[in-house]
């Protein structure tokens, strides 16, 4: 563990900076100090500070100035702290002001397998006995008896795109819900994106559906694994041939001081052990947490390693027809740090608290799909006419995703006030979506018409 900084001179810093209404330099903070100490220990103890909030650094360079932390400024980054959203346990709190320090204040440390021989399925727990009761008392969907996935295809086009978006939100991609939506419905990219973030949505979608259809083939083993890679990679990697293939070369962890396994026969040993023991667990959940947090502490792949973790915790819940885990919500600041506790200190109390919440919050979202009935929309009355009028020409004109998803906008554009706009293009969309052989006639459209559009909105043009 590193140092503790004695409190005495974070105080004695504090002051200093409370002294400068304009706030403080380093290089003045250095000259007002009694006992100044190296520029290099100034940094480091005024990176603590802010890290802390117990200073704010504005500024950039020459420029940057330390300030101390106003009462609104302190409100105000306590209403955004993740950690007002997720509720954390004592364990939970400690491993997150642990990572909070400086990289330079962390010890660097290598892949323990001690961790993971550690483990002895069904002996070994991350949850508890109450905590695994409760999640299942929120995962059931009451068809447990049924066939293996029954549940996860009744709900798939609402669970591609919360788990697509949200677990590639979770690495950074930018974009929003609506976007993600019109990308794996219509095939219409987000302007202003890049090209990588489609595709890390697009393999979401790829590899979620490849769980879904092969309920009951899927499992804790290389088949599973390793294809589940390929798809989630699928053109995001430098190395084509890295896709699906376990680690040859070495890796680091960006802002981590966790080194990675090396060695390429040492990390099959240890993937095939994983996989192994995650298959021994019995308990669903248990399972996913597991995946969680083994799967990314090995690193067995070049890249892309948390997206399968996240993907692999949901196989259980396909097979056993339980609500899925779609992360909705999960604030992505306090996933990081959760990982990096794994990484660095093999404790697994942050991790656990985000998956409680994380679950909790996917079940809630999922039983409430189920029991909704729907109220009359005032916007659908509003636009009525103009509705039925867009769909029908789509309809008419047997446009595909893309063609149909222009003439919507375009629509709105011409005929719509701009501040609902967004809102008409997203219930026309819906509409779409919507229509199968039981409800077209209210377009005032024939069969054979509805077959020859069908026919092309199925072919994905």
Known sequence: MARPIPEADLNAI???????????????????????????????RLRALVNTERLKLEGEGRAARYFILRQDDAIQRAETDPARIVPLSPGGQAVRAYVRQP???????????????????NESFYLSPAEREQLRAMGKVQIETAPAGTYAKQILNRLL????????????????????????DFGQEAEGRGQREAQMILN???????????????????????????LLANNLLHDPSAVGRLRHIVVGIERSVFHPLEIPTLIGECFDQLLATAAAIEDPFEQALFVMVQLPYLQPFDDVNKRVSRLAANIPMIKANLAPLSFT?????????????????????????????????????????????????????????????????????????????????????????????????????????????GNFARYQIRPMEFATWQAEWNAGR
């Open 103 to 121: 990289v330079e204040g962390r010890r660097p440390v290598g892949y323990d397998r001690g961790f993971l021989d550690g483990y002895r399925p």
């Open 204 to 230: 979401h979608k790829d590899a979620i559906e490849f769980l879904v259809a092969s309920a009951d083939d899927i499992g804790f083993n290389r088949y599973t694994i390793l294809n589940l890679h390929a």
């Open 14 to 44: 504090e002051a200093v900076v409370a002294s400068q209404p304009d706030g403080a330099s380093a290089a003045q903070i250095q000259g007002l100090l009694a006992r100044p100490g190296a520029h290099r220990t100034l940094q480091y």
């Open 329 to 437: 919500d999960v604030p992505s600041d306090l996933y990081s740090q959760a990982i990096l506790g794994v990484y660095e200190l093999n404790r697994v109390e942050l991790l656990k608290d985000v998956f409680l919440w994380a679950y909790a919050r996917s079940a809630a979202r999922y039983a409430a799909v189920r029991q909704s009935l729907g109220e009359p929309d005032p916007f659908r009355l509003l636009y009525r006419d103009l509705l039925r009028e867009t769909v029908g020409e789509v309809l008419r004109a047997a446009r595909g995703r893309k063609a149909a998803s222009a003439h919507v906008r375009e629509k709105a554009r011409a005929l719509v006030p701009a501040a609902d706009q967004e809102k008409f293009i997203d219930v026309a969309e819906t509409e779409l979506l919507s229509l199968h052989e």
């Open 161 to 184: 795109i919360d788990l697509a978006w949200n677990s590639s939100r979770l690495e950074g991609n930018t974009y929003s819900l609506l976007d993600t939506r019109r990308l794996l």
